[in-house]
């Protein structure tokens, strides 16, 4: 991946976003790094990355506000304007079907699938206004292909994640940008134990046909490789990491 290159990160305030961030940063890439609440890990990248003589800033926003997305952008543009975006902010209450209110629902589509497609959409008009093409990956995960019990508006959003960068794919082609999709398993992160036991967790991870836990690093890795000109001939694809877990 060529260096001094830009990458925005979404949802890098901790787990898949926070440790793609960080492999951007050990490739040379400048970064804006978006977070929500806390900014303690996104602080320390922005110094490691500043360390290594890139330029970096982190970022409060919610994903769900269009004109904060706008912000991400501007920090951007401080740096040159966009190559890379990652569109990876999601939340993911657990919530009965039956008890699920619309507050609820539509608090989830609003920043899951909402807020990716402001990002999407912000990243684009700056790739394009660089003129240098690009590359743009959503993360979604494998609930959007199979459902999830007390997950219907997480499950709803992530499928919803599919058809959007598929559609991006289609109209952004002319502009060399790609865009791509990668639908993680169960990883090792804070999300999943809303639901699941560290035991649970452990459980599931051993009946996989490749038996072992997945990490936020192999999410990073396949990340890095789709955003870099090694995957220049990939786009409108998705891209699953589960161990084997989900075939489709």
Request: charged share 20%; net charge negative.
């Amino acid at each position: 991946m060529p260096e001094y290159k830009t990458a925005l990160v979404t949802g890098a305030q901790k787990g898949i976003g926070a440790s793609i961030a960080k492999a951007l940063i050990n490739e040379g890439v400048n970064v804006v790094l978006n977070y929500l609440d806390d900014d303690s890990t996104v602080s320390s990248l922005v110094r490691e990355a500043t360390d290594k003589g890139l330029k970096a800033e982190a970022v409060k926003a919610n994903v769900a506000n269009r004109s904060e997305v706008v912000n991400l952008i501007d920090a951007a543009e401080k740096f040159g304007g966009l190559d890379y975006a990652v569109s990876n902010a999601a939340i993911y209450p657990r919530t009965s079907l039956l008890d699920m209110t619309e507050e609820e629902w539509k608090e989830v589509l609003d920043v899951n699938l909402n807020g990716c497609f402001f990002t999407l959409q912000a990243a684009a008009r700056s790739m394009i206004a660089k003129g240098n093409g690009g590359s743009i990956l959503t993360i979604s995960s494998g609930a959007g292909f199979k459902g999830a019990a007390k997950g219907a508006h997480y499950s709803a959003s992530k499928s919803g994640l599919f058809g959007l960068t598929k559609s991006a794919a289609l109209e952004l082609a002319s502009h060399n940008i790609r865009a791509n999709v990668i639908a993680p398993g169960l990883v090792d992160t804070d999300q999943p134990r809303g639901e699941f036991s560290n035991e649970d967790m452990e459980r599931i991870w051993k009946t996989l046909p490749l038996a072992g836990k997945t990490e936020p690093s192999d999410i990073a890795d396949l990340a890095i490789f789709l955003l870099s000109g090694r995957a220049s001939r990939i786009t409108g694809q998705i891209l699953h990491v589960n161990g084997g877990g989900l075939m489709p």
